[in-house]
T-cell receptor, first 115, second 115 residues
């Protein structure tokens, strides 16, 4: 199984709602990532979890709250979002081995629309 | 910090003609480099990766890339374009920082294939 599964595929939420994005992988990868991608732009890194601990937060607003309950799961909790947060949210995982040239595996993304 | 520069934001080719998508990297040591493809409203798929075992890397769907240290380049090529190759292509470098690895994307090249 070389898949990263993201749910839901589409999400529409109001600015006062609370919702969560979910990501799951069963490749035994110990690094997991959240990226945000606006239309016609490259993915931008938001968070990195390494061995279930938050390693990198790229100065993301607190209305985005990541969580890594175990080595296979990654959540992104959303609260009080703004319309400009509408984007494709991509989850990825990798082996995070020292050295080597390990690639990241990406999910299909969640298309988020904030109204 | 490492970075990659994709020299063309848009490339148009006719079906059956060669494809060249250009990428330059900045790194003081042997980088981990990747090419990913993204079809409209889809996630990211790995085309190929540089592993330092060989400078000419073969990937999926007939794509190749050549690592040239003297030119700090990792250009993506394909001998004959197919309509299904129309997509966004990202050159990516993997960087070690804050005790973990992150994947840094170039700005992307949109490939258009003309019938």
């Amino acid at each position: 199984d070389t898949e990263v599964t993201q749910t839901p595929k589409h999400l529409v939420m109001g600015m006062t709602n609370k919702k969560s994005l979910k990501c799951e992988q069963h490749m035994g990868h110990r690094a997991m990532y959240w990226y945000k991608q606006k239309a016609k732009k490259p993915p931008e890194l938001m968070f990195v979890y390494s061995y279930e601990k938050l390693s990198i937060n790229e100065s993301v607003p607190s209305r985005f709250s990541p969580e890594c309950p175990n080595s296979s799961l990654l959540n992104l909790h959303l609260h009080a979002l703004q319309p400009e947060d509408s984007a494709l949210y991509l989850c990825a995982s990798s082996q995070d081995l020292g050295g080597g040239h390990t690639e990241a595996f990406f999910g299909q993304g969640t298309r988020l629309t904030v109204v | 910090a490492q970075s990659v520069t994709q020299l063309d934001s848009h490339v148009s080719v006719s079906e059956g003609t060669p494809v060249l998508l250009r990428c330059n990297y900045s790194s003081s040591y042997s980088p981990s480099l990747f090419w990913y493809v993204q079809h409209p409203n889809k996630g990211l798929q790995l085309l190929l990766k540089y592993t330092s075992a060989a400078t000419l890397v073969k990937g999926i769907n007939g794509f190749e890339a050549e690592f040239k240290k003297s030119e700090t380049s990792f250009h993506l090529t394909k001998p004959s374009a197919h309509m299904s190759d129309a997509a966004e292509y990202f050159c990516v470098v993997r960087e070690f920082t804050s005790g973990t690895y992150k994947y840094i994307f170039g700005t992307g090249t949109r490939l258009k294939v003309l019938a």
